[in-house]
Structures are given as structure tokens and as C-alpha cells.
């Protein structure tokens, strides 16, 4: 079994930090990308970020120079620092791996619950 538990999110002001984390656990040989989407109401999931098991990064355009995404590998961790925020950022942000389990060739594609962002004064 792998899980990927997200927490951090919450209510914060526009202009206002926020960071959120994604924890992975379970029986993990390796993961590859890891990467934040979001969903908000009525729209479809959207790319936010993504980080390569080396760091390298990706940005949807609407967030470059206000998040920023990073990753623990020891901790088997993936960080969205969130500046600047708007009130368009409010969204379910779901964490998102590629992890190759334990005994397994191949790897697969996991998602966190959700945890949820509002972005309010």
C-alpha cells in the first residue's frame, strides 16, 4: 500500500503564505515526479507544479514567481510554498506521485485526498 497525505491547507487573506505538504508512506522502492495540481470549483484539475527526483522544476504560468515547490527525499515529502496569494488560487489541491513500489518493475501514478486552499478577506 502507498498513501500520500497532504496537509497545511486553510484560510489565508489575499496577498497572504500559505505552504502545504504531501507526506508519501507505504512500501516505496523510488519515486519519480512529484507535483501539486488543483481543482476549483466547476473547472477541470489543473497542473500547479512538479518537481523531478533531481529538482528540477515545472510552473503553470498563473503561479510562476509566487509558489514555489520543493522536496524532501528522505523524507519522501513535496512542499508548495504559496506567496501572493489571489483570491483565483482557491482550489482542492491534490499532491501527485509516480512511485514504484517495493517488488514492482514499474511504477504507478498516486494521489493525495485533497486538502483545501481559500484565498479570502
Known amino acids: 500500500q502507498v498513501q500520500l497525505v497532504e496537509s497545511g491547507g486553510g484560510l489565508v487573506q489575499p496577498g497572504g503564505s500559505l505552504r502545504v505538504s504531501c507526506a508519501a508512506s507505504?512500501?516505496?522502492?523510488?519515486?519519480?515526479?512529484m507535483g501539486w495540481y488543483r481543482q476549483a470549483p466547476g473547472k477541470q484539475r489543473e497542473l500547479v507544479a512538479t518537481?523531478?527526483?533531481?529538482?528540477?522544476?515545472n510552473y503553470a504560468d498563473s503561479v510562476k514567481g509566487r509558489f514555489t515547490i520543493s522536496r524532501d527525499n528522505a523524507k519522501k515529502t513535496v512542499y508548495l510554498q504559496m506567496n501572493s496569494l489571489k483570491p483565483e488560487d482557491t482550489a482542492v489541491y491534490y499532491c501527485?506521485?509516480?512511485?514504484?513500489?517495493?517488488?514492482?518493475?514499474?511504477?504507478?501514478?498516486?494521489w493525495g485526498q485533497g486538502t483545501q486552499v481559500t484565498v479570502s478577506s
Open positions: 518537481i523531478s527526483s533531481g529538482g528540477t522544476t
Open positions: 501527485n506521485a509516480d512511485i514504484r513500489r517495493q517488488g514492482r518493475w514499474s511504477s504507478n501514478d498516486y
Open positions: 507505504g512500501s516505496i522502492a523510488s519515486i519519480n515526479d
